[in-house]
């Protein structure tokens, strides 16, 4: 039988699946969950306590699990469905970081971008006319480091900078979203231990991080559905206005868009992989990254991680 992987990320509680949920172990597919159950309560906790990204559905049955990633997708967009906002932040954080996966996995599939660029339009909707999505979001742990989970807390906390700064153009917000979930696509498949201090890391290590944006831009930059956009933010993310990141780029030189995203992922690389406190997130970045990035981006964010 044929089998196709499907992501944790985007399995509910609280709706009936219409397929067969399998786990793979030691190379036999272990039936874990019946068409017709669902994930309520300890199951699904359970399978994210572990850390499992990955569970298995038969290939026919793959029409279903997409018919029932739709029903939350459409529930989680719909203001009247009566679903609380935690439960539906919940539903578009797991898509945004399922969509984030697809795109690292098979870059050379148009479909997936498109899907993943579609999404990213809706997500800034999300965030900006719903007051309590970007904190329910930015309070949904990264327990396990994910660097595509990290890319949905970027998108985010670019998301809630675009709209401070009076950046409004549904294009512009939209390929912003988009690069800020895929900017590290040159961590995919690294090696490199991400769960230090940039100040910390030892010679080889802080080499491989230097390369990282490079290394991203170039394995798309052939990709004709890829935009620019998104291949200078890949590029350019971990650059300062100061000229300090690793090719030396100025504010002048900068794509804005990747201006906003570098202050995002700065703010977030500190919570998420070197684990300062929220709270004390803002005071670190003013204190160490003063002249880095745009004093104005530095007071909004401090603004946003008060409210969470």
């Known amino acids: 039988m044929d089998y196709v992987s499907i992501r944790v990320s985007t399995l509910r509680g609280d709706q009936k699946i219409e397929f ?11 039936l874990y969950l019946r068409r017709g159950d669902s994930f309520e309560g300890e199951r699904l906790k359970r399978l994210k306590d572990k850390k499992l990204r990955k569970m298995y559905i038969l290939t026919d049955e793959e029409v279903h699990y997409r018919s029932y990633l739709q029903k939350n997708i459409d529930v989680a967009y719909d203001d009247k469905s009566g679903k609380d906002i935690q439960t539906r932040s919940e539903i578009i954080q797991g898509a945004q970081q399922s ?43 990264n327990a396990d480091k994910n660097i595509a989970h990290h890319g949905v807390t970027v998108s985010t906390l670019s998301i809630a900078l675009a709209q401070k700064l009076g950046i409004n153009d549904p294009k512009k917000t939209q390929l912003l979203t988009l690069g800020a979930l895929l900017h590290d696509y040159g961590h995919h498949n690294s090696p490199l231990n991400l769960n230090q201090e940039l100040t910390k890391m030892n010679p080889a290590d802080l080499a491989m991080w230097k390369k990282h944006p490079s290394e991203g831009a170039g394995k798309v930059q052939d990709k004709k559905h890829f935009d620019q956009a998104v291949i ?13 990141g690793p090719l030396g780029l100025r504010e002048k030189d900068l794509d804005p868009l990747s201006i906003i995203v570098s202050s995002a992922n700065a703010m977030d690389r500190l919570i998420t992989f070197e684990g ?29 991680m008060k409210g969470l």
Do not use: C, R, W
């Not at 067969?20 to 272990?30: F, Q, V």
């Not at 098979?106 to 900006?128: C, H, L, Q, R, T």
């Not at 300062?276 to 990254?289: C, G």
């Not at 003063?290 to 909004?300: D, R, T």
């Open 232 to 244: 200078n933010i890949i590029a350019q993310h971990e650059e300062t206005i100061n000229g300090a």
């Open 20 to 30: 067969n949920a399998y786990l793979k172990i030691n190379d036999k597919m272990i």
């Open 99 to 141: 969509n984030t996966e697809e795109v690292f996995e098979n870059p050379e599939n148009a479909e997936s971008y498109n899907y993943a660029k579609d999404a990213a339009g809706k997500y800034v909707n999300f965030i900006m006319s719903n007051a309590q999505a970007l904190s329910t979001v930015m309070n949904i742990e």
């Open 276 to 304: 300062v406190a929220k709270a004390e997130a803002a005071k670190k970045m003013m204190l160490d990254q003063v002249g880095k990035h745009p004093l104005q981006h530095i007071q909004i964010l401090a603004e946003v």
